[in-house]
């Protein structure tokens, strides 16, 4: 099923903010309880090397709050060129249904503005990709990638 989700950025301390949030909302942090970490993703070509220090910081996490919203978030250390700066610590996170859909939506959207990551398959099994519009609004589509239509 399509959704939307908010998707936060901070500077270290995700893992915390996601604490505070679940005494607040209730709820399981990540899927099942998993976090996801910098340290889990595996070595790219042309990404550069991880600090020791960065490699616990939280990649991914997400917590429902209220019906089919998830309050998603990251750290974004420095160290892989993330800068956090007031107003870019949101993104809005769109998961259609279909790949055929993602595209349509990340072409439209995203034209004339700056695409950040072009749409492609990720290791965590979706075809992702994320841009900010010619508005300033940041967003990262993700589409499950068994759902190819």
Known sequence: MARVNTYLNFQRNTEEAFRFYQTVFGGELGAGGHIARFGDIPPMEGMPSLPEEDKNLVMHIE????GNHVLMGTDAPESLGFRIVSGTQV?????????AETKRLFDAL???GNVTMELQDMFWGAYYGSF???FGIQWM???PAQNES
């Open 91 to 99: 993104h809005i996170s769109l998961e259609p249904d279909t790949r």
């Open 132 to 134: 900010t519009d010619r």
């Open 110 to 112: 995203s034209a004339g």
């Open 63 to 66: 917590l429902p709050i209220f």
């Open 141 to 143: 589509l993700n589409c």
